[in-house]
């Protein structure tokens, strides 16, 4: 199985955070099925993206598997007590 990585920055087109070091931020790692949404070689099947050690705490990612694309999805917000 081939993966590809996209860590040269933050996966928040938001954030302009360059990826340094693997003890900062979040690694996210997605299956995909179709490499050619992304303009992969086809023997790839998995996608490697990173936030950033701020958007992390604030974001999650998610693929979506139709348009190939990663999105940025909001946390829920964690009561204090």
Partial sequence: MQTTMSLEKCANE???AVF????????FVFSISEPTIW???KGMRQKVLWLCDV?????SLQVNQNTGEAEIVPLPCRKTA
Avoid at 20 to 27: D, I, W
């Fill in 39 to 41: 303009s992969l070689p």
């Fill in 14 to 16: 938001k954030c302009s």
């Fill in 20 to 27: 340094t070091s693997l003890g900062e931020g979040k690694f």
């Fill in 55 to 59: 958007c992390h705490k604030m974001f």
